[in-house]
């Protein structure tokens, strides 16, 4: 493990019991203690191939969660998470804002990880109250999330107010009524330029099961009309337990094919909102797993994590206050006339990790990173690919203008991401997360959806 700041990590230790490493102590929540009780001890630990959170509660006893179900990668993503995350972001600096526009919701999908729908009386935040929120803090981005947020009938003016703040508002859909006359149009105008679409593939018998309904007319339907508005679209997947790197790779190939496409972000299934009982999970490690094999090999998980070694890299050079999550990883294809490439294809990629991994990006070192980069200078798609990557650099900058997923371009952004679980975080985690939420009238690190009490406990 790499060096650990901020916490009181004992690497190598082991329990009382000598069958777990632990990888560091913290607190937690009990899971069966009411939302004010006290934070208990915690311990992150390996268990054979698997990661857990152990917590101690002096009334319910001990507790285990799964964390990670591969622990090699989980550590390697750990020591780099604590070698550049734990440093620099300032709290009231979080990458973005999540606003919580309504409960309601007009589908009532079975996985819902907020769990719509189910406090029909809630009223929605009004205009002011939400304004308000987004002064309180400095993010780029406010993500414009439910429910549904499209059942509000004044959401071109949350748009139009976000947009007045200087801050970019991100739409988070299931797309259903997006494609109603005119819609996409009228967001577009108060200033939307980037829309998250709900995207489970094109496996309708799959679609049904995770949403109850068949979804795949629609969400073409609601593609059209954000390419008419010229509006960026980002595919959401949920990587459910049987969504196959098949399926994965039809996904990555529609949306490589489609330049309204700026991105996809294949996401873990983890135990939250309506899918809170469902014991199969699956983790960003699966995730990325599955996207190797949905490329053939082309993008692998040690590639991922080289290029997410290089990115963490540039930004500490730079100085910059990043938006760092353990869960989430960053990775450009760039769209070719017959398909796409990787970065490992066109760079050094784990040599050059390897180099800023030693030492940082160390200047000293730089003559070493351009002889392993110079072969791959000769290809002109690398300058391509260059521009995707400074584009994203910049979305990852945190208080950056320029927040937004590449449109049109030669790029598609991939993120593999895991799914924030109320109930499995620890003090460690909660206190860097790179994300905020609003919700309940107050904004607490994004890590506590679902739990914002227990979670706030746990970390004062
Ligand atoms: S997952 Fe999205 S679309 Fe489905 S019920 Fe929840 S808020 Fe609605």
Not at 238 to 246: H, K, L, V
Not at 257 to 264: H, N, Q, S, T
Request: aromatic residues 4%; hydrophobic residues 40%.
């Amino acid at each position: 493990m790499g060096t650990r700041r901020g916490q009181d990590a004992t690497s190598g230790d082991r329990d009382g019991r000598g069958n777990a490493r632990i990888l560091y102590r913290t607190t937690s929540a009990c899971p069966r203690c009411g939302a004010s009780s006290p934070a208990v001890p915690a311990s992150l630990e390996v268990r054979g191939d698997a990661v857990f959170l152990q917590r101690s509660c002096p009334r319910h006893g001990e507790d285990r969660v799964p964390v990670s179900d591969d622990a090699p990668l989980f550590e390697a993503r750990l020591a780099r998470y604590f070698r550049h995350g734990m440093q620099g972001r300032a709290p009231d600096l979080p990458g973005s804002l999540t606003l919580h526009l309504t409960d309601r919701c007009d589908l009532a999908c079975p996985i819902c990880f907020t769990a719509a729908g189910g406090r029909p009386d809630a009223p929605d935040p009004d205009l002011d109250t939400l304004e308000a929120a987004v002064r309180s803090t400095r993010t780029a981005r406010v993500a414009l999330f439910g429910g549904e947020p499209l059942v509000r009938e004044d959401l071109d003016e949350v748009v139009r107010r976000v947009r007045a703040l200087g801050r970019e508002p991100v739409l988070y859909t299931n797309g259903v009524r997006l494609s109603r006359p005119g819609r996409a149009a009228r967001l577009a105008a108060a200033g939307l330029r980037e829309a998250h679409l709900q995207f489970d593939g094109f496996d309708r018998e799959l679609g049904r099961r995770l949403r109850g309904a068949d979804l795949v007319d629609g969400r073409a339907a609601a593609i059209e009309a954000c390419r008419a508005a010229g509006i960026t679209v980002v595919l959401e997947v949920t990587c459910a337990p049987r969504t196959t790197p098949g399926e994965m790779r039809r996904i990555l190939d529609f949306a490589i094919a489609d330049r309204a496409i700026g991105g996809v972000v294949f996401r873990g299934l983890g135990r939250a909102g309506r899918a809170a009982a469902r014991k199969d999970r699956v983790f960003v490690e699966e995730v990325a797993r599955r996207f190797e094999e949905a490329t053939g090999g082309r993008a692998t998980r040690a590639g991922v994590e080289a290029f997410d070694a290089l990115v963490l890299a540039v930004q500490d050079r730079m100085g910059w206050p990043r938006a760092t999550c353990l869960k989430n990883r960053v990775y450009p294809l760039l769209r070719t006339r017959d398909g796409y490439a990787t970065p490992e294809e066109l760079l050094p990629l784990a040599a050059l990790a390897r180099e800023v991994e030693s030492d940082g990006l160390a200047f000293s070192r730089l003559p070493a990173m351009a002889r392993l980069g110079l072969p791959a200078l000769a290809d002109r798609r690398l300058l391509a690919l260059a521009a995707g990557i400074v584009r994203m650099l910049a979305a990852r900058h945190v208080g950056s203008r320029n927040t937004r997923y590449p449109s049109g371009g030669g790029v598609l952004l991939v993120q593999i991401a895991g799914m924030c679980e109320g109930d499995s975080q620890d003090a460690v985690t909660a206190r860097t997360c790179p994300s905020a939420l609003f919700v309940g009238g107050r904004v607490v690190p994004y890590v506590s959806e679902g739990y914002p009490e227990r979670t706030r406990g746990c970390i004062t």
